[in-house]
């Protein structure tokens, strides 16, 4: 079936560095990905929807400089987290749609726990 | 935008009993509802899914279940053993399977 890889699985990062997560669709083309957020206990939260080579759309109230999206390949879409902060400390879950279709299902990275400490 | 609300947060059920999660939906343009399982830690794997031409999916012990009138759908799950512990998320979409909102959550515990 379809699978989506999801680098790294648990980072920690000092206040005020950046961090890169990777989302690779491994046997399929992806031209959309999503990236979602999940804080302890709580639901996803859609944060913006990765546009393979455009802009990525983010959703109200995420910061866009903050979250730099590239989906420079059809397999592949990075999240950056810039000058990360405490309450950045979450769970970053990426997803793509398996088959190329409108209404393919949508296949979920491993997610990323990221700590900043 | 669309809004999924989720209930109930939690729910205990005795193994080999049914257990039933509801939602509701408030944009009548959604036309796709995805159930997903998550285990703490890991991905949310779909479960079973249902678009709005039809009122009722079945797989197995899993069912689903569609109102477009009222806006909800629900999620039936029969036989309950151990395994089925875990937190479970509806969703909704109006892009196909696209763009999903999710709904809060129900954490699910089979009791032995």
């Known amino acids: 079936g379809a699978v989506v890889s999801q680098h790294p699985s648990r980072v920690i990062c000092k206040s005020g560095t950046s961090v890169k997560i990777e989302c690779r669709s491994l046997?399929?083309?992806?031209?959309?990905m999503f990236w979602y957020r999940q804080f302890p206990k709580q639901s996803l939260m859609l944060m913006a929807t990765?546009?393979?080579?455009?802009?990525?759309?983010?959703e109200q109230g995420v910061e866009k400089d903050k979250f730099l999206i590239n989906h420079a390949s059809l397999t592949l879409s990075t999240l950056t987290v810039t000058s990360a902060h405490p309450e950045d400390s979450s769970f970053y879950i990426c997803?793509?749609?398996?088959?190329?279709?409108?209404?393919?299902?949508?296949?979920f990275g491993n997610g990323t726990r990221l700590t900043v400490t | 935008g669309e809004n999924v609300e989720q209930h109930p947060s939690t729910l205990s059920v005795q193994e080999g009993d049914s257990a039933v999660i509801k939602c509701t939906y408030s944009?009548?343009?959604?036309?796709?509802f995805p159930w997903y399982k998550q285990e703490l830690g890991k991905r949310p794997q779909l479960i079973i899914d249902?678009?709005?031409?039809?009122g009722e999916k079945k797989d197995q012990r899993i069912a689903v279940t569609l109102n477009k009138t009222a806006k909800h759908f629900s999620l039936h799950i029969t036989e309950t053993q151990p395994e089925d512990s875990a937190v479970y998320f509806c969703?909704?979409?109006?892009?196909?399977?696209?763009?999903?909102?999710f709904g809060q959550g129900t954490r699910l515990t089979i009791n032995p």
């Open positions: 997803s793509a749609a398996s088959g190329g279709s409108y209404n393919s299902p949508l296949h």
């Open positions: 046997d399929f083309q992806a031209t959309t």
């Open positions: 990765s546009n393979e080579g455009s802009k990525a759309t983010y």
């Open positions: 944009d009548s343009a959604s036309n796709y």
């Open positions: 249902i678009r709005s031409n039809v």
């Open positions: 969703a909704a979409s109006k892009e196909g399977a696209q763009k999903l909102v």
